[in-house]
């Protein structure tokens, strides 16, 4: 018998987000968002013909998904709101059929005792504002604060903890630089002010937050930590731009008011000169910083990489089926960088999940899956060790609740803890499911 690390008020609970699960994208007046027109478009889905029409049509089953996560002994809740839903063109009018279907989710959720986190942006642009430059256009600040401002009126004081942006390094790497996920370019040059103009709606929404008598308000990065593959200086220079370019070019700015020296470096004539009154805008004191970590990458120098000359190095390790490796160690090691860099500011994990092959349909004994549940054992103990050496993390959310779109992966890939049957909409929870109940119940004591 080991006693827990976790503090008693430790927050466990599961993640979503909006265009994932909801389904009828356009219902009751919403506007449509990047991802409604993505996903339409056969040529730019990996997975062409899965769209969000339907996904886990949690629009319309929202009150029994609440339920069932009170039956899992969920104490927080991990959304996205879809912006078009509440502001069709973006910004100006807002829909209030959409708004209230996020005023009654919150009701739900509170009227079981499970925490709300609300998520602003999690990808869903409004077209209406892709239209007129997206993430391109210096005015997303404003139109990000307004937004926020919107929710915060709505909302605040039922919803007590409040995340502006998931992954600005996804909505970048994916959006504007590769075209692997919505809106789809492919341009070195408008990558990096795509990010800058993310930072600086984030630091807007944090501002506007701040002028309503905020709460409890942070921003949402993904990490993985990058390990040289040798020690050659070669190896060493890849790492640290590996590093610089996805696990810091967003938290330089949000925590110490400039980017990393490496960004140029990547980046060459396409890295801007930055106006020195953004970061006083992008560097607001947050209460939190809302950690989503899948995975390590081992790295090697490689010229051929495009544009980091950096590239993974694949180990001999379980690897899920995203080909993420499997490394708990990693995450320890990632806590412990980041108050070794950042300073000690309260974590959330709000996002820790994997994806394994599990059957279309459950079979009558349920979904047995091993492998999720000890990724979710091994990971949950990693960060009580992260905790035993001091790292402030208060609270871990499960990705994903259910089975649900992986983007531009479409639905074969199932993160969920609760399987979805996609013919019937039978929610069934696996396995995994069950082992996090019982986690939450002993609040994470005897995990090995
Ligand atoms: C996150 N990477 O995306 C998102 O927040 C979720 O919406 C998504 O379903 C989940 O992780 C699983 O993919 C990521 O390449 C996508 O490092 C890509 C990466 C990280 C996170």
């Known amino acids: 018998m080991t006693s827990s690390p976790f503090p008693d008020n430790f927050l466990w609970g599961a993640a979503t987000a909006a265009y994932q699960i909801e389904g009828s994208p356009l219902a009751d007046g919403a506007g449509a968002s990047i991802w409604q027109r993505f996903s339409h478009d056969p040529r730019l889905m990996a997975s062409p013909g899965d769209t969000g029409d339907v996904a886990c049509d949690h629009y319309n089953r929202m009150e029994s998904d609440v ?24 910004v100006g009018r807002v829909n209030d059929p959409g708004l209230d279907f996020y005023k009654r989710l919150v009701d739900a959720l509170l009227e079981q005792g499970i925490e709300p986190l609300l998520t602003l942006h999690h990808w869903d642009l409004p077209v209406a504002l892709d239209d007129r430059g997206g993430w391109l256009n210096r005015d997303s600040a404003d139109w990000f604060a307004e937004y926020a401002a919107t929710m915060y009126r709505a909302l ?37 002010i795509a990010s800058h103009n993310l930072m600086r709606a984030h630091g807007a929404a944090v501002a506007a937050y701040r002028a309503e008598g905020a709460h409890e308000i942070g921003l949402v990065v993904n990490i993985e930590p990058k390990y040289p593959a040798s020690d050659s200086a070669e190896d060493r220079a890849a790492t640290a731009r590996a590093e610089a370019y996805m696990n810091r070019q967003y938290l330089d700015p949000a925590l110490k008011g400039r980017y990393p020296k490496e960004m140029a470096e990547i980046f060459g004539e396409a890295w801007p000169e930055w106006p020195a009154d953004d970061f006083k805008l992008i560097c607001q004191p947050v209460d939190f910083i809302g ?50 860099i950042y300073g000690n500011i309260p974590l959330y994990i709000t996002e820790n999940g994997a994806a394994f092959y599990d059957p279309p349909v459950a079979g009558p004994d349920g979904i047995d899956d091993p492998l999720r549940a000890d990724y979710l054992r091994t990971h949950i103990a990693a960060i009580g060790e992260a905790i035993r050496r ?15 779109l992986e983007w531009s992966l479409g639905y074969s890939k199932r993160f969920g803890i609760v399987h979805v049957d996609y013919e019937t909409q039978v929610r069934t929870p696996k396995r995994s499911a069950r082992f996090y109940s019982e986690v939450i119940a002993s609040n994470g004591a005897n995990l090995g």
């Open 390 to 404: 001091g790292v402030d993390v208060r609270g871990y959310m499960a990705w994903s609740l259910m089975d649900n």
């Open 291 to 340: 950690i989503n970590y899948y995975t390590r990458n081992v790295v090697r120098h490689d010229p051929n990489q495009w544009p980091l000359r950096a590239s993974p190095v694949k180990q001999v390790a379980t690897h899920t089926t995203t080909d993420w490796e499997v490394h708990p160690p990693a995450l320890t090691d990632m806590l412990v960088w980041f108050r070794d």
């Open 67 to 90: 339920a069932l996560m009170k039956e899992l002994g969920l104490q927080a809740y991990r959304f996205s709101v879809n912006w078009g839903r509440v502001l069709p063109e973006g």
């Open 156 to 192: 605040d004081g039922r919803v007590k903890k409040w995340v502006t942006l998931n992954e600005p390094w996804v909505i970048t790497d994916g959006g504007y630089l590769h075209g692997a996920l919505a809106p789809g370019h492919r341009n070195m040059f408008e990558a990096p």
